[in-house]
């Protein structure tokens, strides 16, 4: 039996499979993003991807307006069926920008503040060992400067696969357990530590202070506006990923496994959103070029960044969004998200290029790390 614990990485960014991986591209009218040489760049690393271990592979570049895919390998192992366009998957992480973005709403709306102690919003909720919510501030939170343990490591995420596929939790029990299941890390804004938990805060603070579940208010503020509707937080019980997908894998212990359906209540307002490659594009270009928030916001969103002392070196976390590193030295702003079944990488660079790389296997070792993660950063390097 394989354990939801064994099969838990972080949410961000986050061996052959025996078969030939069929490379395929589409794209819509001219003019297509990047040149006839950059595209030719990005089939290989996506191809190599897949070499390296992963079986299916999706990549969309957003441009000017323009989309265009590259695909390679499958997204089914038994019959080696495609992995399909547009392809709906769990995205992790990146849910987290998009409920920092409905926060920043609020802030920009005046219902919330910020610097605020979050006992302010969520009396008695935040407190441990170590741990005040009158010393731990909003901001703190957005940006996993809290110090909080991470609720991932507890026990009760550690029942079999098949068990925990249908199990519903409560996020704000989950919390709960988390502060008592040991003291703060450190001081409140002495460093970044990336923790899950401080999202799933944050959710909780959006519906104290709305009256509505963080998923309503993703719905109104982000998806409805912006057309996504691909994009949604699953429902409660809802285990299945809406058509199109891909079927997605885990390899713990040299053994894969599909992992496709799963109740994603654990993972809440950290990461349980489901979207497509085009659509994340089409959210995080929103979100950079001033669409979804006021400037002051946006702003805050990309201020003083900090290194993650719990990440690999390169990405820099602000509030929500993350500054990441590329080898050609281009300014990029996204997120990433690692859940079980699915990788996902986003950004935007500083002159609109959007790029997603979707794989329906998380890396299983750091060859097949390295080969996704050179998937991105060829896609955002590559000439136009």
Not at 39 to 65: F, H, L, N, S
Not at 267 to 284: C, K, P
Request: glycine share 10%; with cysteine.
């Amino acid at each position: 039996m394989t354990s939801i614990r064994q099969i838990r990485r972080m949410m961000i960014g986050g061996m052959a499979v025996g078969m030939a991986a069929a490379l395929t591209a589409c794209a819509s009218a001219a003019p297509q993003p990047l040149s006839d040489s950059g595209r030719t760049e990005v089939r290989q690393a996506v191809d190599a991807a897949v070499a390296a271990g992963t079986p299916g592979v999706q990549v969309v570049v957003t441009e000017r307006g323009q989309d265009w895919t590259a695909t390679a390998g499958v997204g089914n192992i038994a019959t080696a069926a495609g992995f399909p366009e547009d392809a709906r998957v769990r995205i992790g992480s990146n849910t987290k920008v998009f409920v920092a973005t409905v926060l920043m709403q609020l802030v920009a709306a005046g219902t919330v503040e910020l610097d605020a102690p979050v006992e302010r919003y969520l009396p008695g909720v935040v407190r441990g060992d170590g741990i005040d919510g009158n010393r731990i501030t909003v901001r703190n939170l957005m940006q996993h400067t809290s110090g909080l343990p991470e609720y991932l490591e507890l026990p009760e995420l550690d029942g079999d696969y098949e068990v925990m596929r249908d199990q519903r939790f409560n996020p704000a029990e989950l919390v709960r357990s988390a502060l008592a299941s040991g003291p703060g890390h450190f001081t409140p804004g002495e460093k970044a530590e990336y923790s899950n938990t401080n999202y799933l805060i944050v959710g909780m603070l959006v519906e104290r202070v709305t009256g509505h579940p963080f998923a309503e208010e993703v719905q109104r503020r982000i998806i409805e506006p912006l057309g996504l509707s691909a994009t949604y937080v699953p429902a409660a019980g809802e285990i299945d990923l809406r058509d199109p997908h891909p079927l997605s894998y885990e390899v713990v212990d040299g053994q894969r496994a599909e992992v496709t359906r799963f109740d994603t209540s654990w993972a809440g307002a950290a990461g349980a959103m489901v979207s497509t490659g085009r659509e994340l594009n089409r959210f995080f270009t929103a979100l950079l070029s001033g669409k979804l928030l006021q400037p002051a916001q946006l702003a805050q969103m990309q201020r003083d960044p900090m290194p993650l002392t719990n990440r690999a070196a390169g990405i820099d976390y602000a509030l929500g969004l993350a500054r990441l590193s590329v080898p050609c030295g281009k300014q990029v702003w996204g997120h990433g998200g690692s859940i079980p079944g699915f990788r996902t990488y986003a950004g935007v660079t500083a002159d609109g290029r959007a790029v997603t790389v979707l794989a329906n296997q998380r890396p299983a070792d750091s060859a097949s790390d390295a080969a996704l993660q050179h998937v991105f950063d060829t896609a955002v390097c590559a000439t136009s």
